[in-house]
């Protein structure tokens, strides 16, 4: 019987690191990773360059994609990172892939701005972070998922190594 590779959406709010500790734990576990961000249709891109809110209708599309990739994926693993604020994208991208385990990098509203202030060339600015906040619904109990609390001033590899643990894998 062929090993089940793992096939893991790190989630959270923008600023959380989802694209640095996904794509660390991707080259830990020895599979590919995705940033859904390049996923996004230019659209939606520019909507949020302008300081604009996502809204569901410009998430579904973009869901479905990512729902498709890791779908694909079922077999080899692979590691995506997205945002999945809400149960209902989550349900969305589980029914596509059941297989996926979420890991919520959760911090606090100061943290989460504070880091975010300090990233350069992402098209997702500071002013989005309260309708994100706004929009998560953090996982529940009974979805397939870890929860990691930002520390301030923490190492990305200190914080990989949390989420490795929390993963149990």
């Known amino acids: 019987m062929p090993i089940q590779r793992p096939l893991i959406v790190v989630m959270g709010v923008s600023g959380s690191g989802k694209s640095t500790v996904g794509a660390a734990l ?13 996923l996004h249709p230019a659209a939606n891109v520019a909507k949020m360059a302008a300081g604009h809110p996502l809204d569901d209708a410009d998430r579904w599309p ?18 995506v990172a997205c945002s999945a604020l809400k149960r209902s994208y989550r349900d969305a991208i589980l029914a596509a892939a059941p297989g996926v385990t979420y890991l919520f990098l959760s911090g606090t509203e100061e943290l989460l701005a504070a880091r975010l202030s300090r990233r350069r060339g992402h098209f997702m600015p500071v002013s989005l972070l309260d309708s994100q906040l706004a929009t998560l619904e953090a996982p529940a109990a009974d979805e397939p998922s870890v929860t990691v609390v930002l520390r ?3 190492t990305p590899d200190a914080l990989l190594t949390r989420a490795l643990a929390a993963l149990a894998v």
């Open 26 to 38: 991707a080259e830990r576990l020895g599979l590919p990773f995705v940033d859904a961000d390049s």
């Open 62 to 79: 973009w869901l479905t994609v990512v729902g498709e990739h890791l779908a694909a994926a079922a077999s080899t693993g692979l590691v």
């Open 152 to 154: 301030a001033n923490e």
